[in-house]
């Protein structure tokens, strides 16, 4: 293959989002994950604290939260089948919604955990319903729209946190956080309104009883996505020991500091979208894991707050593109059926979401924490072997 070949291959004429009505309430409906989950583990502890809940009952909630994500991402593509993508999205809505009050309903622990399991059920149908929508809607921007989408999401994530913080120092409580999202997630259907035709683009295929079944390259995507999810999950659950531990942190300060990650997620995801309308979303991919895999091995190695700080909003910028880019190969890969792709992504993601943290920490246990977020180098390689064996086409026309 000559240079100029390659140059090609690497950078394309511009592909712009269009960011038109139904794209920004497909952008808002990751928006209410993102709060819905940051601000279910943000509130956590302050549950705890009211009903005096053990850590045993309190973390049957996260179980809940977990489920519900799990069986969302499996039934999503059925509702699309059965009904139609603008039914699944109203349900999301909804289910954020009647989710985020039956958590705060302050009634017994089976009606507490049923919120989680709710909320994160909606979660689960965003993923698949949203992110099918901007694939199919966007064409060659697909993958600077699904940024932008999880640019909100991480937005969202912060001012859900920030909602519950502040609600707990006022006499709203910090309840009030999460009745608010529900406010917003109801308002977001009032402004959807009932001609959602707009929202089903792309589905034909997969309204069909007779869909062909996923190409074996959908798999080799999902597994190269879940690779680097599961570094990412195990980094904000299990990231505060490792503060504590080689940067002399206090646990406090340990859980705040991980909010680093965020906002290396969000300067990531603000420039890695301008980026791959230009560039390609396979090589934009690969250097991010790269570049993620750098700053793991930096922060790795340093000790003192402070480099550990500045190590977490690098992995924070290196990780921003990976799921946006990561769900965006899976639905390239699926041959026409992009909610059955997004779910099956958002599944492996959910039980990836389980496994590694429990792996880690039985490492941790056995070795050391420091010692076992060293394996975490072994999903970086992997994935990125993976990209470069099972690459996904794509299309850069910009027209």
């Not at 929508?133 to 859900?160: C, H, K, M, V």
């Amino acid at each position: 293959m000559t240079s100029p070949d390659r140059h090609d291959e690497v950078v394309h004429a511009p592909v712009r989002p269009i960011r038109d009505r139904t794209t920004l309430l497909a952008y808002a409906q990751l928006g209410l994950l993102g709060w819905f989950v940051y601000g279910f583990s943000a509130s956590l502890t302050l549950l705890r604290d009211d009903e005096g809940l053990t850590r045993t009952a309190a973390s049957l909630l996260g179980i809940s939260l977990a489920l519900g994500g799990l069986v969302g991402s499996i039934v999503g593509p059925m509702v699309v089948r059965r009904f139609d993508r603008a039914t699944l999205l109203r349900c999301s809505s909804l289910g954020v919604a009647a989710g985020a009050l039956l958590y705060v309903s302050g009634g017994p622990l089976w009606l507490v955990a049923l919120g989680p399991f709710v909320g994160s059920l909606g979660c689960g149908f965003a993923v698949v319903g949203a992110s099918a929508y901007l694939e199919a809607r966007q064409g060659p921007a697909a993958d600077a729209a699904l940024a932008e989408a999880n640019l909100t999401a991480s937005f969202a994530s912060l001012i859900g946190t920030f909602a519950i913080g502040i609600g707990a120092t006022l006499v709203l409580g910090w309840r009030s956080g999460l009745v608010l999202l529900a406010v917003i997630a109801l308002l977001l259907e009032v402004a959807r309104g009932r001609r959602t035709s707009a929202f089903n683009v792309g589905a034909e295929l997969e309204s069909r009883r007779d869909a062909p079944r996923m190409p074996r390259l959908v798999w080799w995507a999902v597994l190269t996505l879940i690779l680097l999810t599961g570094v990412e999950i195990t980094l904000l659950q299990w990231g505060p020991d490792l503060l504590r531990e080689r940067g002399g942190l206090g646990p406090a300060a340990a859980s705040t500091t991980l909010a680093a990650i965020v906002t290396g997620m969000i300067v990531g995801r603000l420039i890695g979208s301008r980026i791959v309308e230009r560039v390609s979303s396979e090589f934009v991919f690969g250097a991010s894991i790269l570049f993620a895999a750098a700053a793991f091995a930096y922060t790795w190695l340093v000790t003192g707050a402070i480099p550990l700080i500045i190590g977490l909003v690098l992995i924070g910028c290196g990780i921003a593109m990976h799921f946006p880019l990561g769900i965006g190969r899976a639905m390239r890969a699926s041959a026409g059926q992009p909610d059955r792709a997004a779910g099956l992504t958002s599944a492996g993601v959910a039980i990836m979401s389980g496994i590694a943290p429990f792996a880690l920490a039985a490492l941790a246990d056995a070795l050391d924490v420091h010692i076992a977020f060293g394996f975490m180098i072994l999903f970086f390689a992997a994935s990125f072997v993976l990209l470069l064996w099972k690459r996904v086409p794509e299309d850069t026309a910009s027209g």
